[in-house]
C-alpha cells in the first residue's frame, strides 16, 4: 500500500490546526454572551423521540379534526365540538414540548374559536403576542374577536398597535369590521326586490346567480334544505333569463357532489345547461367564495345573486365581498336572496352565532391561516 508523502501529511496537519483555531474563535467568551434558549433534551435520542412525539400529538389532532362526524344546519356544517376539543388538547401538548413553535397557539385558539369558546381563544392569541408583541396576525386576530366580545376599549388598542405597524392591514382591517356591520344589518327577503330588480336591469348582461352547496346526504343524495336552494334558484333563474349561474360545492359523499348533483336538477328542471358553471371542490363557505369567484371575474360579472338559507347568507355575502377585494371583479356588488330555513321574521336579526360565523370565516377570506400547524393545515 503507497504511503501518505510527507507533503500531503503537511498539508492534513495544516488543515487541522486551522481548525482548532476557528473552533477557537466559535467558542470565545463574546460569543457566550446571549441570551440563555430553550434546549431539546440533552441526547440526540431523546431529541428524535421528543420530535416523534410531536409528530404523533400533532398527527392526533389531524385525526379528531378529519373526523367525518359532522353537526349540520342550515346555516352551518362543522366539526363536532368534541372533536375539536381534542384538537385543541393535543396541540398543547405538543406547544409544551415545543415552545418556540408559537404556530401551535395559532392552531390551538382557532379549535377553540369552533367551539365557541372565544374568551379561550383571545387568551391564547394575548399568549402569542407575549411571545411575539408585533406579530401581524396575532393582533388581528385579537382585535377582531375582542371587537365581537364587545370590548370596544381593548380592541381598539390592538388596533392601534397593528397600525403602528402595519397601517395597510390595518385600513384592510377597518374595512372588515366595516363589512361585518353592514351585512349583520342587513334586511332578509325570499325574493328579488324592487331596488334589486331595478340594479339588475342596468347591469342585465353581466349578472349571475350563485347558489351554495349543502351537505349530502350519505347516500350521495340531496338534502331537503339544498332541493329548497335549488327551488328558489329556479324561480330567480325564471327572472333573470340571461344570467350565467354558478352551483359550488364539493364534499364527496358517495362518489357524488353538490355541484353536479345542483346542476343535474336545474337542468332536469328546464335551465340550459350552458348557464351553469359548476365548483366541484369547495369544502367550506370561504372556499365557496374562493373557488367561484374566477368565474365572475372572468364573466366581468357586475351583480351576483346569492342563493342560500336564511342563516347563511350573510355570511356567505361578507366571504364573497372579501373575496373579490382581491381578485375582482372590483366593482361587483352582491345581493342576497334567502331559502328560508325559518319564518324571514326570525331571520331579521343576525344571532350571536351568525356573527361569530362572519367573524370566523372572514378572517380567513383575508388570508389568515387558522390552522397552521403541518400537517393540520386549514385557511
Do not use: C
Not at 16 to 42: C, E, M, R, W
Amino acid at each position: 500500500m503507497a504511503q501518505p508523502s510527507r507533503v500531503s501529511l503537511h498539508i492534513k496537519k495544516t488543515v487541522i490546526s486551522l481548525a482548532i483555531v476557528a473552533l477557537g474563535f466559535t467558542v470565545s467568551p463574546t460569543a457566550l454572551a446571549y441570551q440563555k434558549v430553550h434546549q431539546p433534551d440533552n441526547s440526540y435520542q431523546q431529541y428524535v423521540s421528543q420530535r416523534q412525539t410531536v409528530d404523533s400529538l400533532i398527527q392526533d389532532a389531524l385525526d379528531a379534526f378529519k373526523s367525518p362526524a359532522r353537526v349540520s344546519n342550515a346555516g352551518f356544517t362543522g366539526k363536532l365540538p368534541s372533536n375539536m376539543e381534542i384538537v385543541a388538547q393535543k396541540l398543547q401538548q405538543a406547544y409544551k414540548l415545543e415552545p418556540y413553535r408559537l404556530d401551535l397557539l395559532f392552531s390551538t385558539a382557532s379549535a377553540y374559536i369552533y367551539n365557541n369558546d372565544v374568551p379561550r381563544a383571545i387568551t391564547i392569541y394575548k399568549q402569542i403576542l407575549e411571545a411575539a408583541p408585533d406579530d401581524i396576525d396575532a393582533l388581528i386576530y385579537v382585535t377582531s374577536w375582542t371587537r365581537f366580545e364587545g370590548k370596544d376599549k381593548e380592541s381598539e388598542a390592538y388596533f392601534n398597535k397593528l397600525k403602528s405597524l402595519n397601517p395597510a392591514k390595518a385600513e384592510e382591517v377597518s374595512r372588515f369590521f366595516a363589512e361585518i356591520d353592514r351585512v349583520s344589518k342587513m334586511p332578509l327577503s325570499d325574493k328579488l326586490t324592487p331596488a334589486d330588480l331595478a340594479k339588475l336591469n342596468k347591469t342585465k348582461d353581466n349578472n349571475a346567480i350563485v347558489t351554495l352547496g349543502y351537505a349530502l346526504n350519505p347516500d350521495g343524495t340531496m338534502n331537503k334544505i339544498l332541493i329548497e336552494r335549488l327551488n328558489k334558484t329556479l324561480e330567480v333563474a325564471k327572472q333573470l333569463p340571461e344570467a350565467m349561474i354558478v352551483v359550488t360545492g364539493g364534499v364527496p359523499k358517495a362518489h357524488q357532489t353538490e355541484g353536479k348533483l345542483m346542476a343535474d336538477w336545474l337542468v332536469k328542471n328546464g335551465i340550459a345547461p350552458e348557464r351553469i358553471f359548476q365548483e366541484n371542490y369547495a369544502r367550506t363557505t370561504v372556499e365557496n367564495a374562493l373557488f367561484s369567484r374566477y368565474a365572475l371575474t372572468k364573466h366581468r360579472i357586475k351583480t351576483a345573486v346569492i342563493i342560500s338559507s336564511g342563516s347563511h347568507v350573510r355570511r356567505a355575502d361578507a366571504i364573497f365581498t372579501l373575496a373579490s377585494w382581491q381578485s375582482g371583479p372590483s366593482d361587483i356588488t352582491y345581493l342576497t336572496v334567502v331559502a328560508p330555513d325559518k319564518p324571514l321574521a326570525e331571520l331579521q336579526k343576525a344571532s350571536k352565532s351568525d356573527i361569530q360565523g362572519i367573524y370566523r370565516d372572514g378572517l380567513k377570506a383575508l388570508g389568515l391561516w387558522s390552522f397552521r400547524s403541518y400537517p393540520l393545515e386549514e385557511r
